[in-house]
């Protein structure tokens, strides 16, 4: 199971951590991407985090502004995103899959298991 946490309202130009908290001992083996959907949009890819290697990826959107990391001890993979911008404004959900090939890291169904999303606003 995962639980994302973290959200909130922030102005522009702020900053935020998102957490996501896994269940299960062999999270390390997982590769953990995070997602997000603004209301009237589809999901999209925001970042994702390899259980091999520790390769991370990023869209083009928050590329330098977001940051994905992850504390194997606690189960936990971080979202710290910088920088905030309005059209940041979405749920964000994190979502774990223990078998996705690289071209695929980005695609939201290629993921089994997902958290329930946390809300980010950004508005001044």
């Known amino acids: 199971q995962l639980q994302a946490s973290g959200g909130g309202l922030v102005q522009p130009g702020d900053s935020l951590r998102l957490s996501c908290a896994a269940s299960g001992r062999t999270f390390s083996t997982y590769t953990v991407g995070w997602f997000r959907q603004a209301p009237g949009n589809e999901r999209e890819f925001v970042a994702a985090?390899?259980?091999?290697?520790?390769?991370?990826y990023y869209s083009d959107s928050v590329k330098g502004r977001f940051t994905i990391s992850r504390d194997n001890a606690r189960y936990t993979v971080y979202l710290q995103m910088n920088s905030l911008k309005p059209e940041d404004t979405a749920v964000y959900y994190c979502a774990a899959d223990r078998s996705i090939i690289l071209s695929d890291v980005g695609r939201w169904d290629a993921y089994d298991y997902w958290g329930q999303g946390t809300q980010v606003t950004v508005s001044s």
């Open positions: 985090l390899r259980s091999n290697g520790g390769y991370t």
